[in-house]
C-alpha cells in the first residue's frame, strides 16, 4: 500500500464517432484521470456486433499528440496481431510523440471475431500465450535496440488471470499486472503472483497491481481492493454517449486517499 492510488478510465473507441472519442479523452484529462486507455479490438465487444469501431495503435498516435498530460495504452493490445519487433517500434515511436507517457498493455488475445474477420490464426487459449511467452523477450530486445531509444523505460502492463501461465509472464516481464474480478477473485490472484515472484526471486511490490472497477461506491470497493495492494483502478466506459461520471466519483475517492 505504499504506492498512491492511480485512476485510468478505458475509453472503448466502439459506436461513436473519433471526434467524441478524441474529446472525452481530453475530458477525462481536465477532470485529472491519470491514464487513458483504448483497447485491441476491430468490432464492438458490446451492443451492435458490426457498430463504429476503430483500430487501436493508431488512435494511440493521435492521443499522444492531443493530450499533454495523461499517460496513454492499449488495455490491452492484442500479441497476435503485430509481428513483436514492429510493436516493439510502434511503442517506442508513440513513446517519443507522447513525451514519455506510453504504457505497453499486452496480452494473448481472445477475441474470436477478431481472428476470423482479419486472417489471423485462432488456435487455442494454450498457444496464444505461448506465442505472448515468446513475444515478451523479442520486444524486450528490440526495444533495446531501436535508434533513438525510448525516452524512458516503456511501463509493460500484461492483462490476464491465468495462474499457470500468464501470472508467471506477469511475474518475469511486467511492471503493471491488470486483472478482474471481486476482492476475493484479486487476493487469490494475488498470492500466486507473489509465489511466481518469489520463485525467480522478484519482490512484487516491483509491480504495480491494476483492475477494472464497475459500478459500485468507491469508498467501499475500493477500500476492500486497496487492502489487497491494487493501487490502479480503472473505469470502462462504451459509446456513443461517454458517461464520465463514475470517473469522477473514482478520482474523488484518489484524492482523498492520497491526500
Keep these: 500500500m505504499t504506492r498512491s492510488v492511480r485512476i485510468g478510465l478505458q475509453l ?3 459506436h461513436a464517432d473519433y471526434k467524441a472519442i478524441r474529446e472525452t479523452a481530453a475530458r477525462a484529462e481536465d477532470l485529472g484521470a491519470d491514464i487513458v486507455f483504448n483497447w485491441d479490438h476491430f468490432y464492438p465487444l458490446y451492443g451492435d456486433a458490426e457498430g463504429k469501431h476503430f483500430e487501436c495503435w493508431t488512435m494511440l498516435g493521435a492521443w499522444a ?3 499533454s498530460r495523461v499517460e496513454i495504452g492499449a488495455l490491452v493490445t492484442c500479441n497476435s496481431y503485430r509481428n513483436p519487433e514492429l510493436l516493439a517500434d510502434m511503442a517506442r515511436t508513440v513513446d517519443h510523440i507522447s513525451d514519455g507517457r506510453l504504457i505497453l498493455g499486452i496480452g494473448s488475445g481472445w477475441f474470436e471475431k477478431d481472428y476470423e474477420e482479419y486472417g489471423y490464426e485462432f488456435g487455442t487459449a494454450g498457444g496464444r500465450l505461448d506465442d505472448l511467452a515468446e513475444s515478451l523477450p523479442r520486444i524486450e530486445s528490440r526495444l533495446a535496440k531501436v535508434n533513438p531509444a525510448p525516452t524512458r523505460h516503456i511501463p509493460v502492463l500484461i492483462g490476464g488471470g491465468g495462474e499457470k501461465k500468464t501470472l508467471k509472464l506477469v511475474a518475469k516481464h511486467a511492471d503493471i499486472w491488470h486483472g478482474f ?3 476475493e477473485v484479486v487476493e487469490r490472484k494475488v498470492g500466486i503472483l507473489q509465489q511466481h515472484c518469489a520463485d525467480i526471486g522478484r519482490d512484487i511490490s516491483e509491480i504495480e497491481i491494476s483492475t477494472g472497477v464497475r459500478e459500485g461506491d468507491p469508498s467501499e470497493l475500493g477500500a476492500k ?3 489487497l495492494g491494487v493501487s490502479l483502478f480503472t473505469v470502462g466506459v462504451g459509446g456513443p454517449d ?6 469522477e ?9 492520497n491526500s
Design 181 to 183: 474480478g471481486d476482492p
Design 242 to 247: 461517454y458517461d464520465l461520471g463514475q470517473l
Design 249 to 257: 466519483q473514482w478520482i474523488k475517492w484518489r484524492d482523498a486517499q
Design 12 to 14: 472503448q473507441p466502439q
Design 225 to 227: 481492493l486497496r487492502e
Design 65 to 67: 499528440e492531443a493530450t
